[in-house]
């Protein structure tokens, strides 16, 4: 799929050293395309939270630089869901999904609808008034997902959002997910560390190797969407897995010979 | 049994064996009132010297509660002006900390020969409870969930927007428990510098009354007013729990039995 839309964001020679000395990225060069849905695989340790944080802003790239299509891109253009829920436990759903609008001084009603429209999206509707910790692990990264897609963001960021959860829950919010986008048809860049998780959903897998951190392969995954539970069991998924699996353990060996 | 049962009804059996073992010692044993009262010449005390006692505990009370509000509203502001401004934080800290661990017996008779009574009684109760306000908001204003902290940065949030709808609710917890320390400590605080005004002190707070009964041998009159003190200490305590739970009950997790 790589390059049958027009680049929404290019990644350019992007690396990254911490201050302790360690080199976490190094010449990422990576274009996302508008409308996308794409993974960034890799082991645990491979920089791939770190292109999203860069990607997003809430991190420098010491080298290189990231390209955007439109040059001005606004506040609330990005969403950015993170691996734990990330909720302020002293507000309600409602008040935690509402508060990029609040930050941003959108005024009342127009806030109220856009929250009341994407709980709805999420299937939380009935949710509002309650509070985090009333909530399960599943229904709270809704909420942060919610959070994320309340201010119409072009690029939503989703960094191992559902690595903490149970397989069952992690299954149900892989399909709302890929609803969601479909509906929405917003760029998606989806970290992971899990090779099924990754074919499941993406168009395409950027591959990274660990330490530093580079772009390994670049996969495209043709299978049609809608995609639900009967691909998970089809034989094309088994054979996209195998392939990045195999691609994946080349990734890592030659990582450690290197 | 239930717990709670329990956790009532075992206090309250200490406290009435208690008694009980004080009025047997002092009866069986013939103890004069001068040297240790029982219990039921303290009680009638109370209830003789009431009208005194009480209009002292107000005095005491009100000192208390003054010094409390400052050291309150001094204890966030401070945190919040060393948190936002770090290098006032780094210049002025290490002082308060040097305040903090002075003991304050020490300190109290100075502040006596440079202030007036009644502010340095003030100035007293302010110095031991603001400490434990401004460490407290200090811990809760830096332990904020970082991701949370990159999210307001997503949103370009102000800094004014983090910290009055991120920073300040979330170190909620820890400013309440640091105003529940602080409670008793300006009773303490009052209670030290009304004693060290002591016999020079024109003042009539219930500390004040204790030295006074010292001095006049009044013994009686020593423990009933010590029982008011430690009632209102507690007292004040009980309050400030109760508004520490009455804030976080919605979300907080001390506020939630552990379920089994």
């Known amino acids: 799929m790589t390059g049958s839309s027009p680049a929404i964001l290019t990644l350019r020679g992007v690396g990254k050293t911490f201050d302790n000395g360690t080199v976490a990225l190094r010449d990422v060069d990576l274009s996302i395309g508008e409308g996308e849905f794409v993974s960034l695989l890799g082991p645990s340790g491979c920089g791939k939270s770190t292109v999203l944080r860069i990607i997003a802003g809430l991190a420098r790239a010491s080298e290189g630089r990231v390209e955007w299509a439109d040059r001005k891109h606004e506040t609330g253009d990005i969403g950015f869901v993170f691996q734990e829920p990330t909720l302020m436990p002293w507000a309600t759903v409602e008040r935690n999904v509402r508060l990029p609008l609040d930050l941003a001084g959108v005024r009342d009603e127009r806030a109220s609808e856009a929250v009341a429209r994407t709980l709805t999206s999420v299937g939380l509707s009935e949710f509002a008034r309650a509070y985090p910790r009333e909530l399960s692990g599943g229904m709270k990264m809704r909420v942060s997902i919610a959070r994320a897609l309340v201010t119409d963001p072009r690029l939503l960021l989703m960094d191992e959002p559902f690595a903490a959860l149970d397989e069952i829950t992690r299954f149900k919010l892989n399909n709302d997910l890929l609803t969601l986008w479909r509906m929405l048809r917003r760029t998606v860049i989806f970290v992971t560390h899990s090779v099924f998780e990754s074919v499941y959903l993406s168009q395409r897998i950027v591959l990274l190797t660990p330490r530093p951190g580079r772009v390994f392969a670049d996969l495209a995954i043709d299978a049609p969407y809608p995609r639900d539970e009967g691909f998970r069991t089809s034989a094309d998924y088994a054979g996209y897995c195998r392939r990045v699996s195999e691609a994946l353990q080349k990734a890592m060996s030659e990582a450690t010979d290197a | ?260």
């Open chain 2, 1 to 260: 049994m239930n717990e709670r049962f329990w956790r009532a009804a075992l206090p309250a059996a200490v406290f009435f064996v208690a008694v009980g073992l004080w009025d047997a010692i002092v009866r069986l044993n013939g103890i004069p009132p001068y040297v240790l009262p029982s219990p039921r010449v303290v009680i009638a005390t109370l209830v003789v010297d009431g009208r005194l006692l009480f209009d002292s505990l107000l005095v005491t009370l009100f000192t208390t509660c003054e010094g409390f509000i400052l050291a309150a509203v001094g204890g966030i502001v401070l945190a919040i002006i060393f948190h936002q401004w770090r290098p006032v934080g780094y210049a002025f800290y290490p002082y308060a900390v040097a305040l903090q661990v002075t003991p304050i017996v020490a300190i109290a008779p100075l502040l006596l020969v440079y202030l007036p009574q009644q502010l340095a009684v003030l100035v007293c109760a302010w110095i031991v409870a603001f400490f434990p306000v401004l460490a407290n908001t200090t811990l809760g204003l830096n332990s904020v969930d970082h991701n949370l902290i990159a999210l307001f940065e997503l949103y370009k949030a102000s800094r004014r927007q983090l910290l009055w709808n991120l920073k300040l609710p979330a170190a909620l917890p820890q400013i309440l428990a640091g105003l529940r320390i602080a409670g008793g400590l300006s009773l303490i605080g009052a209670v030290v510098a009304e004693i060290a005004a002591g016999s020079a002190g024109a003042g009539s707070g219930l500390a004040y009354r204790i030295a006074e009964s010292g001095y006049r041998l009044n013994i009686p009159r020593m423990f009933a007013a010590l029982l008011l003190l430690s009632a209102a200490g507690i007292v004040i305590f009980f309050l400030l729990s109760a508004f520490s739970y009455f804030m976080l009950r919605r979300w907080h997790e001390s506020a939630f039995a552990r379920e089994r």
